[in-house]
T-cell receptor
Framework: DSGVTQTPKHLITATGQRVTLRCSPR?????VYWYQQSLDQGLQFLIQ???????AKGNILERFSAQQFPDLHSELNLSSLELGDSALYFC??????????????FGQGTRLTVV | GQQVMQIPQYQHVQEGEDFTTYCNSS?????IQWYKQRPGGHPVFLIQ?????EVKKQKRLTFQFGEAKKNSSLHITATQTTDVGTYFC????????FGTGTSLTVIP
């Protein structure tokens, strides 16, 4: 158990809809990262939050947004969903970024299927 | 830019054979981490390399960091079916940028 909790585990929705994925980071971790993993693909970095503030953006579509709340949990909002958005979405957390020994702890992921 | 490339993308080996995956960066890395993702699972941290030329071992796994700190490798000796999964390297800094991954299949 990594200590990172993601809900829901599975989500099936129709094109054009909007969904929210939730992540609770490991206790004490201030950084949260979101990644998208499509079938047989690598981990595409979407966005990072640190202590409530956006820290870095990767290949995140404009239809996607995220936020980190005061209790440090994070939500990833995906809107106007398309078939190509079907993927596994991972949340990861770590201690303060840049610390030499920081490692990423991943949640179990949310598998999103857009039909 | 930030990406690290891994080769090969896929590798099929007979159980008992050795396996190596390589991670290459166009820029010098401050450190490199390796993760393993089992089929249906999530990435799990294996190890971090920091020093130029560093070599670390975990049982049958040997991790190396290049002298120029631009490449790294993971070698598995005598693969077992439990080694199946995708191995990712990751460059770290303020974010974790993962390599493209190598998917290992072990044929019993």
């Amino acid at each position: 158990d990594s200590g990172v909790t993601q809900t829901p585990k599975h989500l099936i929705t129709a094109t054009g809809q909007r969904v929210t994925l939730r992540c609770s980071p490991r206790s004490g971790d201030l950084s949260v990262y979101w990644y998208q993993q499509s079938l047989d693909q690598g981990l595409q970095f979407l966005i990072q939050y640190y202590n409530g503030e956006e820290r870095a953006k990767g290949n995140i579509l404009e239809r996607f947004s995220a936020q980190q709340f005061p209790d440090l949990h994070s939500e990833l909002n995906l809107s106007s969903l398309e078939l190509g958005d079907s993927a596994l979405y991972f949340c990861a957390s770590s201690v303060q970024p840049g610390q030499g020994s920081a490692e990423a702890f991943f949640g179990q992921g949310t598998r999103l299927t857009v039909v | 830019g930030q990406q690290v490339m891994q080769i090969p993308q896929y590798q099929h080996v007979q159980e008992g054979e050795d396996f190596t995956t390589y991670c290459n960066s166009s820029t010098t890395l401050s450190n490199i981490q390796w993760y393993k993702q089992r089929p249906g699972g999530h990435p799990v941290f294996l190890i971090q390399l920091v020093k130029s030329g560093e070599v670390k071992k975990q049982k049958r796994l040997t991790f190396q960091f290049g002298e120029a700190k631009k490449n790294s490798s993971l070698h598995i000796t005598a693969t077992q079916t439990t080694d199946v999964g995708t191995y990712f390297c990751a460059r770290t800094g303020n974010q974790f940028y993962f390599g493209t991954g190598t998917s290992l299949t072990v044929i019993p």
